[in-house]
């Protein structure tokens, strides 16, 4: 308990700390899919792109069918073998910065405080990354060196006991990032790190965290159960809004997430949330206008100032306060930490070309800042930038509990979370897409060099995002000829690839690009759209009776909603691919409004079936769903009187329509 004590709380990017105990949020945990026979094909398609898109995975995805409490992880259940029994090898998967160490941080307090205490003498959380820092490769060793180094003579044997306990099965080891510890096997080392993972992994009781992405099924022991964490539900980021901000503040930041859909792809993410909550001030009042790029370039230069003040910066041969510091222009804080910027750049578009790194120990730092000062980027030695970049808030370490003496080359570093990585390899790319003059770091990457890596990865599933910030960042006249490399060869013909990067990078750029640009790529998704309704749905070859390519949260509602407003014959799919948005413009509403008296009695009931799916409609949807109670067809009138029921404020009049339509 006095060993963990330092480690069990949670450290915001503000630089406050919360509390575990009576702050912390809890964490959902659901069982994976792989936990239904019938679903493992899915939970295969699931791993494979699961880091894909962290920031955009919606929350309702996970399954929340069998949600499994803490407390209830070691009660007997139904095991993965199909046998009821109490689970003791149990595997935790989750994307990057979900908080799988949060809930290790959790699990090693709740029983502290009181909870499986009569299963086990002792949790140990052991981060599996730290392994190669230890002399020792036997258990009784690892315990003495990690937990007993401080024990008065005692060490040898404290370690002894507490191993005698895990061999009668009364500790649970908690090992975290079975994804990010990598056995050489060519060389002795490797071998005998390898056999002592195993040795730990096959320990009586067991839980295992790790990525999907990168975990290494080979090393696993027979697994019991298969959870997932989901990160924050919606209630949980109600609840963190109100722990860490003041009441104006978290009304403020809850308004801002209920009407952006963007940003309810992203706040699951504890850490996501903990930037935005800190950018709180700077959060634009349209919402619902702003892109992705435009959301991190907003989180990033509030970063910035915090960092400019750690980092001393000076203008004129003087330190900066944090009052001049926080009335500079955009521009001015982007000038500022310059040196800063293209450093982390360069460092994120390495890691993801050197097969998507994102943990980096300080030879890997060292050497990154080692190319940029050899191709005459920056005049400052690399140990100088290492301990600039270590001062940023965007490079963060887990390993701070290890000895002073290992915490230098066997400390682990990554970025505050992949998307911010991405968005700093982005701001790499874009800047040597559009370089007009020669440019030190163009020794690197010429233009020509850029663009051939654009045309050779814009499919590439991990640069997805990459290339979204990149639209979002380039100027007028480059990004028109980012979208010509998208448009150009290769190109996909035959899948869906093409016009999912169209529309989401289209997105980002819109509000640059010249206008006959955007009619010309408008015009092509809605090509696409018209294809795909007129291919799946006219054959009754796909059911769900929307379009998967208008469900994109990238494709442009209002094309949607124009397309709505044309005679057609798929008005219902149209009116059931916007019912897939958990947000919908003023516009869509009226459009749905007016959709409420078609001739066809089924787009009426449509129309209302969409509208019931926001919980907060206005004045004049609500008087449109009271009328149509007295709709000629029932099922129209059945589907008002549901869209009325799930609103969260009705007026008096509504009730008693509603009253009245019973009789």
């Not at 959870?227 to 860490?244: A, R």
């Not at 020794?443 to 654009?454: C, D, K, L, P, Y």
């Amino acid at each position: 308990k006095t060993y963990y004590a330092p480690y069990l709380s949670i450290l915001r990017v503000s630089g406050d700390e919360l509390d575990l105990e009576t702050c912390y949020v809890n964490l959902a945990i659901v069982e994976a899919p792989a936990q239904r026979d019938e679903e493992k094909q899915d939970l295969k398609e699931q791993a494979a792109v699961f880091h894909r898109i962290p920031s955009f995975e919606a929350i309702e995805r996970a399954n929340m069918q069998s949600p499994i409490p803490l407390e209830e992880l070691f009660e007997k259940r139904k095991l993965r073998d199909g046998s009821e029994n109490v689970p003791k090898t149990i595997l935790v998967q989750g994307r990057a910065g979900i908080g799988k160490t949060t809930l290790c941080k959790k699990l090693v307090l709740e029983h502290q405080t009181g909870l499986w205490r009569d299963r086990f003498d002792a949790v140990l959380w052991l981060p599996l990354r730290q392994l190669k820092a230890f002399k020792s490769h036997t258990l009784e060793g690892l315990l003495r060196e990690k937990f007993f180094t401080q024990g008065l003579g005692k060490g040898d044997s404290l370690a002894h006991a507490l191993e005698t306990c895990a061999q009668k099965g009364k500790v649970l080891f908690i090992l975290d990032g079975l994804d990010e510890i990598v056995t050489d096997t060519e060389r002795d080392e490797g071998v005998v790190l390898e056999s002592f993972l195993r040795t730990l992994l096959r320990q009586q009781h067991v839980i295992i965290t790790s990525r999907p992405s990168g975990l290494d099924k080979s090393l696993l022991p027979s697994i019991d159960l298969e959870l997932e964490t989901i990160g924050f539900s919606q209630q949980n980021v109600k609840d963190f809004l109100v722990k860490v901000l003041k009441p104006e503040a978290a009304r403020t930041v809850q308004d801002f997430i209920q009407q952006t859909p963007l940003i309810q792809g992203i706040v699951n993410i504890p850490v996501q949330l903990d930037v935005i909550c800190f950018s709180w001030d700077s959060l634009p009042m349209d919402g619902p206008t702003i892109t992705m790029t435009g959301l991190y370039q907003l989180m990033v230069r509030k970063l910035w100032c915090k960092d400019a003040l750690r980092l001393k910066k000076t203008a004129g041969g003087k330190f900066l306060s944090e009052r001049q510091i926080h009335k500079f222009a955009p521009k001015h804080i982007d000038e500022l930490m310059a040196t800063e910027l293209q450093h982390l750049g360069y460092l994120a578009f390495k890691g993801m070309k050197n097969n998507h790194q994102i943990e980096f120990n300080e030879t890997a730092l060292l050497n990154a800042f080692e190319d940029l000062r050899d191709c005459g980027a920056t005049d400052l030695f690399p140990p100088q930038l290492l301990e600039m970049m270590k001062q940023t808030s965007f490079l963060h370490t887990a390993d701070a509990d290890l000895d002073a003496d290992k915490s230098g080359s066997q400390q682990s570093w990554y970025f505050l979370h992949l998307t911010f990585q991405e968005y700093f390899a982005a701001t790499w790319i874009a800047q040597h897409l559009q370089v007009k003059q020669p440019y030190p770091s163009a020794r690197m990457m010429t233009v020509e060099q850029a663009r051939a890596f654009v045309q050779e990865h814009k499919y590439n599933p991990q640069y997805e995002i990459v290339w979204w910030m990149v639209a979002g960042l380039l100027d007028e006249e480059a990004s028109e000829e980012f979208f010509d490399l998208l448009q150009g060869s290769p190109r996909d013909l035959i899948g869906g690839r093409h016009q999912q990067i169209l529309a989401s990078c289209l997105n980002e750029a819109r509000a640059r690009l010249d206008t006959t640009v955007v009619t010309r790529l408008d015009a092509e998704l809605m090509r696409w759209l018209h294809f795909e309704i007129r291919t799946w749905h006219s054959k009754g070859t796909r059911k769900g009776g929307k379009s998967m390519l208008g469900c994109q949260t990238s494709f442009p509602e209002a094309l949607l909603v124009e397309d709505l407003g044309s005679v057609c014959s798929w008005k219902r799919i149209l009116m059931g691919t916007l019912g897939a948005r958990s947000t919908l413009s003023g516009s869509a509403i009226q459009s749905l409004i007016g959709a409420l008296k078609d001739e066809d009695r089924d787009v009426r009931g449509s129309a209302a079936l969409v509208l019931g799916k926001q919980s907060m409609l206005p004045e004049s949807a609500i008087q449109s769903l009271i009328g149509a109670l007295k709709d000629n067809a029932a099922n129209v009138r059945q589907s008002a009187a549901s869209a009325l029921g799930k609103q969260s404020m009705l007026p008096e009049s509504a009730i008693q329509s509603l009253i009245g339509a019973l009789k």
